[in-house]
C-alpha cells in the first residue's frame, strides 16, 4: 500500500517549456487535490476533483490544466511554465462519503524550478 | 486574503515542555479544523481534528482548543519530544470534506 505517490520528485523547466506532474494513489479514495506551497503562503489549492470525471478550480489555477484519468490518477499540466510557478507540488487524496468525510493523505511533493 | 492565520513563523521550546501553536481564522463559516504535521522532503501529514460543535479534541499528547467566540484555535503538545520537531499547519473548511484553507505554517523546534 503506496498511499499518495508523485512523479517526478524534481524537475527544472526552462520558461515556455511544458510538463506534467503525475499523481496516483491506491487507497481508493474518491476525492483528489493538486497545492503548491511557497514560502510564507501555506498550502495553496490549485485544482481539485470530487470524483472521477469531475475537476474544479482552487484558488490559484491560472496557469494550469488537470485530468483525472482515471479514479487512481490526477494529473497537473503546466503548457508553458513560467518562473511564478516554482514551487513545492503536493498531490493529495481523500474519501468524501455523503455522510462522513475523511483527512486529506498527501504525497511527497515534486519541487518544481523554472528558470 | 488570509482568511487562516498562524502569526508565529517559529517556535522553540524544551523537550519535556508544553508546545503551544495557535491559529486565527477569520471567515465564521468555518465548521471543520485540523492540523498537519510535515517534515522536510515530505508531505503533510494529518495529526488531529475538532468540529465547532466542540471546544477540546485530544489524542494522546495532542490536543487542540477551538474558541468560536474569538475565531481562535490551539494545539498543545504535552511533553514536548524531539521527533515534534517539524512544520505545523492548521486548516479549515466550511463543512467536514469541503476544500481546506491552509494557515502558512509554524516551524516548532524541540530542544533538546
Known amino acids: 500500500n503506496a498511499g499518495v505517490t508523485q512523479t517526478p520528485k524534481f524537475q527544472v523547466l526552462k520558461t515556455g517549456q511544458s510538463m506534467t506532474l503525475q499523481c496516483a494513489q491506491d487507497?481508493?479514495?474518491?476525492?483528489m487535490y493538486w497545492y503548491r506551497q511557497d514560502p510564507g503562503m501555506g498550502l495553496r489549492l490549485i485544482y481539485y476533483?470530487?470524483?472521477?470525471?469531475?475537476?474544479d478550480k482552487g484558488e490559484v489555477p491560472n496557469g494550469y490544466n488537470v485530468s483525472r484519468l482515471n479514479k487512481r490518477e490526477f494529473s497537473l499540466r503546466l503548457e508553458s511554465a513560467a518562473p511564478s510557478q516554482t514551487s513545492v507540488y503536493f498531490c493529495?487524496?481523500?474519501?468524501?462519503?455523503?455522510?462522513?468525510?475523511?483527512?486529506?493523505?498527501f504525497g511527497p511533493g515534486t519541487r518544481l524550478t523554472v528558470t | 486574503d488570509q482568511q487562516v492565520k498562524q502569526n508565529s513563523p517559529s517556535l522553540s521550546v524544551q523537550e519535556g515542555r508544553i508546545s503551544i501553536l495557535n491559529c486565527d481564522y477569520t471567515n465564521s463559516m468555518f465548521d471543520y479544523f485540523l492540523w498537519y504535521k510535515k517534515y522536510p522532503a515530505e508531505g503533510p501529514t494529518f495529526l488531529i481534528s475538532i468540529s465547532s460543535i466542540k471546544d477540546k479534541n485530544e489524542d494522546g499528547r495532542f490536543t487542540v482548543f477551538l474558541n468560536k467566540s474569538a475565531k481562535h484555535l490551539s494545539l498543545h503538545i504535552v511533553p514536548s519530544q524531539p521527533g515534534d520537531s517539524a512544520v505545523y499547519f492548521c486548516a479549515a473548511s466550511r463543512r467536514h470534506g469541503e476544500k481546506l484553507t491552509f494557515g502558512t505554517g509554524t516551524r516548532l523546534t524541540i530542544i533538546p
Open positions: 493529495a487524496s481523500s474519501f468524501d462519503g455523503q455522510i462522513v468525510s475523511y483527512e486529506q493523505y
Open positions: 487507497m481508493n479514495h474518491n476525492s
Open positions: 476533483s470530487a470524483s472521477e470525471g469531475t475537476t
